[in-house]
């Protein structure tokens, strides 16, 4: 079956540390790879894709995420983490030829401390 | 967050009322998407919208009915909703189905009693 984990339901990280989130997926074929991040009462915001190229992709915020094929992963990071990075993170594949239907992880909360 | 809207942010309805969700994008896109987001379960998507046309009904109850009048709007009707149907409703909207970026709406904060 086709699916998105993200292992971790919280991460912890003292501010100005380097922070990653951890995605892995199982689908068949090449996928398109998102990340979201969600705000308390807030609907999602698009972080960054991957599609095809460059491993390393760079989004808003200053995250970025790397594509490892081999070990089928699409890991969220940032180098240092801000108090205001607090929030809902969801990593997301994309269905090739099921009209595009996204596949959501079930979320990490990150919280970073003073 | 302004291209796409949803109201009401907040909505209190008894299990025999009738009510509805409204989803505005401003944003020029094709396609559209309701989902629903409860705690602690990942995001279902209930319904797809393509140029107004319906391509994809998660299995959602009938309770739920979805309308699309045009590229721009996307309503949910709502009607005698159990109470395991509170959550969180999203709306989203994006260029094509494929490749493109889906871009979500604040929601709307649903409670049933």
């Known amino acids: 079956a086709q699916s998105v984990a993200q292992p971790e339901d919280q991460v912890n990280v003292a501010e100005g540390n380097p922070l990653t989130v951890k995605c892995t997926y199982s689908?068949?074929?090449?996928?398109?790879l998102f990340w979201y991040v969600q705000y308390p009462n807030r609907g999602l915001q698009f972080l960054l894709k991957?599609?095809?190229?460059?491993?390393l992709v760079k989004g808003s915020y200053g995250f970025e995420a790397e594509f490892n094929k081999s070990q089928t992963s699409f890991h969220l990071k940032k180098p240092s983490a801000l108090v205001s990075d607090s929030a809902l993170y969801f990593c997301?594949?994309?269905?090739?030829?099921?009209?595009?239907?996204?596949?959501f992880g079930q979320g990490t909360e990150l919280s970073v401390k003073p | 967050e302004t291209g796409v809207t949803q109201t009401p942010r907040h909505l209190v309805m008894g299990m025999t009322n009738k009510k509805s969700l409204k989803c505005e994008q401003h944003?020029?896109?094709?396609?559209m998407y309701w989902y629903k987001q409860s705690a602690k379960k990942p995001l279902e998507l209930m319904f797809v919208?393509?140029?107004?046309?319906?391509?994809e009904n998660n299995s959602v109850p009938s309770r739920f009915s979805p309308e699309c009048p045009n590229s721009s709007h996307l309503f949910l009707h709502l009607h005698t909703l159990q109470p395991e149907d509170s959550a969180l409703y999203l709306c989203?909207?994006?260029?094509?189905?494929?490749?493109?970026?889906?871009?979500f709406g604040p929601g709307t904060r649903l409670l049933v009693l």
């Open positions: 919208y393509n140029f107004k046309e319906q391509t």
């Open positions: 689908v068949s074929g090449n996928p398109y």
């Open positions: 991957y599609i095809t190229g460059d491993n």
């Open positions: 989203a909207s994006s260029q094509g189905r494929a490749r493109e970026t889906q871009y």
């Open positions: 997301a594949v994309r269905l090739l030829g099921q009209g595009g239907k996204l596949i």
């Open positions: 944003l020029g896109h094709n396609a």
